[in-house]
Each structure stands twice: as structure tokens, then as C-alpha cells.
């Protein structure tokens, strides 16, 4: 069943944490499209659609991941972080609206849970000018402690490396909260994945599902209420009118 959506969350001075790849940055599409050609050049056949299905939201330190680098080469993984970032730098935008939406939002307090590295986090944030959005003095609530484990002093950053396990488990997430110390119950994740929404849930998270990143297929938002979260958002315009 779907979470009972508590609107006092949209009044009160709850805690916005984002994922980062399809939800901030279309780059989830990106990644698919380079690693099924380049597992193509060495033998390994699956389809974009395939890939995404499988692999969309988990860590590239997952067990399932990890299992499907078996008869890859050595060099596969430094040839994929190559071509990924030369990609990033020549392709990589930003998700349509989010650039309006975390400018109306700018006094809110925020962060990044990402299974994602955090020099892959902020290189693309930094790419498509949005890693200031995300600045401790601006993203930071009152109460809250330096954040000396976030992944560069200064922003509210997190990665799934900075903890002991990746999503699906909660770990990353109430790492977020418990850094900025925030109870779980009084934050709202925005995540594109069901990887990533069961690990927002499992920290007892209100989680939003966002669907508008090119790698949705269809039935992304049924899969996405199957296991319980709150809302369906299409278009970060319908996200900065709920938030506003």
C-alpha cells in the first residue's frame, strides 16, 4: 500500500533529500546507452531497456552489478569511467525544471543521497551549474553540526561509498538525515528508482517518485506506487508547485 502522505510536510520545515542520477541529472540514459556498447565490444549483448531494468539505481559495488562484470576484462570498469565522464562533460544535462525548482526552493533545507561516487556527484552538479544549490550555508537547517563527512567540506553530499551498504539498504540515507540531524520521519526523498525509493523507505522516509528522466519505461510509476511511495511526479514544474 502507499504511504498515508503526511501534507504537514509541505508546510512545516521538513528535510528535501534528492537522488542525484535521474532525478537532478538525466545521466541514468547516458550511463546505460555507453556501458551496453561498450560490453558490446567485448562480447557481452544486452539491450538499453534490459540494462536499465536490471541496473538503474543500484551502486557498481552491488552484488547483482558485480555478478554481471563475470567474463568482462580487468580494464572494463576503467574504460567505462573514462568514456562516462568524457560523456559528461560533452552530453550530460541537467533534468528538465530542476534548475527553476531548486532556485524557488534555495532557502529550503537539502541534500544528495546518490549511489552514485561523490567526485561523480559533484563533477556533474558542477557541469550543468547546479552543486551550489547544495552549499551547507544554503541547504543546511539551523541545528545542524558542521558536516565534515560529507564528500567535500561545504556541500551536503552524500554517497553510498561513505557507508556500509549501498541501496537498496537504508544506509545512505540515514546517514543524510543523522549528519544534518534530522529525524527520518521528517524527511521527503524525490528518487526515480525502486533501488533507491526502497532505501528511503526502509529509513522510514516520505519518498516522491519522479519519473520525467529519459530511462523510464512505461509502467515506471506503477512499480513505483507497488511498493509505497507517496506521489508521482512527471515534471519537477509539478514538484516546485507542491513544494512552493
Avoid at 118 to 133: A, D
Wanted: hydrophobic share 45%.
Amino acid at each position: 500500500m502507499p504511504q498515508t502522505l503526511d501534507f504537514r510536510l509541505l508546510t512545516s520545515d521538513f528535510f528535501l533529500i534528492f537522488d542525484c542520477d535521474g532525478v537532478l541529472v538525466d545521466s541514468e540514459w547516458l550511463v546505460a546507452r555507453i556501458e551496453v556498447e561498450t560490453r558490446a565490444e567485448f562480447g557481452q549483448q544486452i539491450s538499453i531497456e534490459e540494462y536499465i531494468r536490471r541496473y538503474v539505481g543500484l551502486s557498481t559495488r552491488s552484488p547483482e552489478y558485480l555478478e554481471s562484470l563475470n567474463g568482462l576484462p580487468p580494464e572494463f570498469r576503467d574504460i567505462m569511467r573514462v568514456r562516462v565522464e568524457r560523456a559528461f562533460h560533452e552530453e550530460l544535462e541537467a533534468i528538465p525544471g530542476v534548475a527553476d525548482l531548486l532556485e524557488r526552493i534555495r532557502h529550503r533545507p537539502k541534500a544528495i543521497a546518490s549511489s552514485s561516487s561523490p567526485h561523480e556527484i559533484e563533477m556533474m552538479l558542477e557541469h550543468v551549474g547546479l552543486l551550489h544549490h547544495f552549499e551547507l550555508h544554503a541547504a543546511a537547517p539551523a541545528a545542524a553540526t558542521p558536516l565534515l563527512t560529507s564528500s567535500r567540506k561545504g556541500h551536503n553530499i552524500y554517497s553510498v561509498s561513505m557507508v556500509a551498504r549501498p541501496k537498496p539498504a537504508p544506509d545512505v540515507y540515514l546517514f543524510a538525515a543523522e549528519q544534518n540531524n534530522i529525524a527520518p520521519s521528517q524527511c521527503l526523498v524525490i528518487e526515480d528508482s525502486v533501488v533507491g525509493a526502497t532505501a528511503a523507505l526502509s529509513a522510514g522516509m516520505t519518498v516522491w517518485g519522479f519519473i520525467g528522466g529519459r530511462h523510464q519505461s512505461p509502467g515506471a510509476a506503477d512499480r513505483l506506487r507497488s511498493i509505497g511511495v507517496a506521489r508521482i511526479v512527471e515534471h519537477m514544474d509539478e514538484l516546485q508547485k507542491a513544494l512552493s
